[in-house]
């Protein structure tokens, strides 16, 4: 794990960096990517901007979606490029960390290498597709399509030089190795393909069970595992040339309100730099730090508060953790209860919106993301408030009673609040907008960077360093880059499964389930438990989500309802060990070992499932108030 990158997931591809031809060729490169990058970052921001400002003086600017459009798909190429090259593709662990240091540098090669293997095969498909997009023209604009279909080849070409320079660092007897494993699969694959075609949809199973997880379990990033299943597939099975693929990747990134992903990774950034996490913590724990469990209450506030903004959970927690550990610790509590706590906030906090997930889930379903911005909150609140009577029933256990904790003078609370007001603003006035049609859920992050922006240059003077902005604009392509390759390695192999018709026997399996819709529910729950632990949020949920939404409104079921449910199962997952990657980023943000939190976090998991199960069967609290 890389404690780098604040990620158990994101963790180098490649043995460090290095001097000499090879060193520089990598800085000339990265520098190369990371400045255009950065400089696409800027212009959506002030495209998008212009944008809300001419739409409110009603003089529209017709053209500034479709420019937004264009550079969004270079963002994320170039983004992913960018990811390949800092390793920060997301990647399971939990496998080769039990390995040799010998062991797992050999499975650091063959995770590099597996990425290869993809980035050469779509390399010349990708070329084609730029071609093919020449025959259309941008409506406002009047451009070529190859002006923005361009961005794919120039990605694809730049993370594969950027992962064969990787490579040349290994041992040369891993790579030889390596390449000789893959090239006995791709071999032995070709030699028993015509028996394969003959077994229908077991090939799922060979494929996308078999292969895929042999993939995920070694430790190739899971975008790139898809990618390898689903070329695989077509290529042994079928004659569906690989262009398609590219055309379904694309497909899968260029739905415009995922462009709310990378611009609300940059307002969590800014809401971290200039401090307004840690002054909305600090009005909080001068409320409630005197009571009973009170610095625990604060931190399921404080996540309330900043959940969502950042685009990352580990982000949030990022934001959170560090203020308040070193309190709650002089308070008496236990390493191991302070992680399960953090990790339980950040499950409890999938829906607050704006959500990455949220934004994921209605580009790939169709569901009003107006909608879905206004029924996350009233489920957040009734986990918070079950994890809030744990908390407190745990802090009978773990206070020190030789800590006397006085209450907050009320002159200090309203020093507190008087500097809190206009971070707490913040989060209020990102959901209003999108509720009241002020923006767009995708042009209301930009208000929100205007608005921090504006508070870290007159008010919390000192947290921003225009030094800073060249890392930040590029972490924010990088996080958003290894986002968006994930949706569209996702989407292509959604797409692969639907046309071996395995949604159509999936729809027709569950939809005789016992129960009826409670039935159905309830296995829903169970499988994305499962999927959020293994698969990470957002591809179980663009690759499930087209195949059982349609399912849940057979049974009546409110499509808005059926995604808070999804949504919170899946991070109940995620944040469950052994495999729930997040888990291990709220122990490395804590600084605290994975096993302090083992036994003690799956107090507060049997709790959030109970609330999970409250809001499951009780529609309500999903749909009450749209």
Not at 269 to 290: I, K, P
Request: glycine residues 10%; proline residues 5%.
């Amino acid at each position: 794990m890389s404690a780098a990158t604040g990620d158990p997931h994101l963790v180098a591809l490649n043995p460090g960096r290095s001097s000499g031809l090879i060193g520089r060729i990598e800085r000339g490169l990265r520098l190369l990517v990371e400045i255009p990058a950065a400089a696409v970052v800027v212009a959506e921001v002030v495209i998008l901007f212009l944008g809300i400002l001419a739409r409110t003086f009603h003089q529209p600017l017709i053209w500034s979606d479709e420019l937004a459009s264009i550079l969004f798909l270079w963002l994320a190429m170039l983004g992913s490029a960018i990811a390949v090259q800092r390793a920060s593709h997301m990647r399971l662990t939990f496998f080769v960390s039990f390995l040799s240091p010998r062991a797992e540098a050999w499975a650091a090669t063959l995770a590099a290498g597996g990425v290869a293997i993809f980035l050469a095969l779509i390399l010349h498909p990708t070329w084609e597709y730029m071609e093919d997009q020449s025959f259309v023209e941008t409506p406002a604009l009047g451009w070529p399509g190859t002006i923005r279909a361009a961005a794919i080849p120039v990605g694809c070409l730049i993370a594969l030089v950027s992962v064969l320079l990787s490579l040349a660092r290994h041992s040369w007897r891993d790579v030889l190795s390596v390449a000789a494993l893959y090239a006995l699969i791709a071999g032995a694959l070709y030699l028993i393909g015509p028996s394969l075609k003959g077994l229908g949809n077991w090939n799922l199973l060979i494929f996308f069970v078999g292969l895929l997880g042999l993939a995920v379990m070694a430790g190739v990033p899971i975008a790139f595992s898809f990618c390898l299943a689903t070329a695989a597939f077509l290529l042994i099975t079928t004659r569906t040339p690989l262009l398609v693929v590219v055309g379904r990747i694309d497909e899968g990134m260029s739905s415009l309100i995922l462009l709310a992903v990378p611009l609300f990774v940059l307002l969590g950034q800014l809401v971290e730099a200039t401090g307004m996490a840690r002054v909305m913590v600090a009005f909080l724990a001068s409320v409630l730090g005197h009571v009973r469990g009170g610095m625990s209450y604060v931190m399921l506030g404080a996540m309330l508060l900043v959940s969502g903004i950042s685009g990352s959970k580990t982000a949030d927690m990022a934001a959170i953790a560090p203020v308040l550990f070193p309190e709650m610790r002089k308070r008496g509590m236990k390493d191991g209860e302070l992680v399960s706590l953090l990790a339980a906030s950040g499950a409890m906090s999938e829906t607050i919106p704006p959500s990455i997930v949220l934004i994921a889930i209605a580009s790939v379903t169709g569901v009003s993301i107006a909608a879905l911005f206004t029924a996350g909150i009233l489920p957040a609140l009734v986990l918070a408030f079950v994890l809030a009577l744990v908390a407190r029933y745990r802090a009978g256990k773990e206070d020190d009673a030789s800590v006397k904790i006085e209450r907050a003078p009320m002159s200090l609370v309203a020093k507190t609040l008087w500097i809190a007001i206009p971070a707490l603003i913040l989060p209020f006035l990102i959901r209003s907008a999108v509720v009241e049609g002020v923006a767009t859920a995708t042009e209301v992050s930009t208000i929100g960077i205007a608005y921090s922006l504006v508070l870290g240059l007159l008010i919390y003077r000192g947290g921003l360093v225009w030094r800073n902005a060249l890392p930040m604009l590029v972490q924010t392509a990088s996080l958003s880059g290894a986002i968006l390759f994930i949706v569209g390695a996702a989407s292509a192999m959604a797409w692969a499964l639907a046309q071996s018709g395995f949604s159509h026997e999936l729809a027709a399996r569950m939809a005789g389930v016992p129960g009826g819709a409670n039935g159905f529910l309830l296995i829903s729950v169970i499988a994305f438990i499962v999927l959020g632990s293994v698969l990470e949020g957002i591809p179980a949920i663009v690759l499930f989500g087209p195949l059982l939404f349609p399912i849940a409104k057979q049974f009546g079921i409110h499509e808005v309802h059926y995604s808070m449910v999804v949504i919170l199962a899946m991070g109940l997952g995620l944040f469950a060990p052994p495999f729930g990657l997040c888990y291990y980023a709220a122990c490395i943000i804590g600084d605290v070992p994975p096993d302090a939190g083992m036994r003690r976090i799956w107090i507060y998991l049997a709790w959030l499932f109970l609330g999970l199960l409250l809001i499951t069967f009780i529609p309500w609290i999903s749909i009450g108030f749209l």
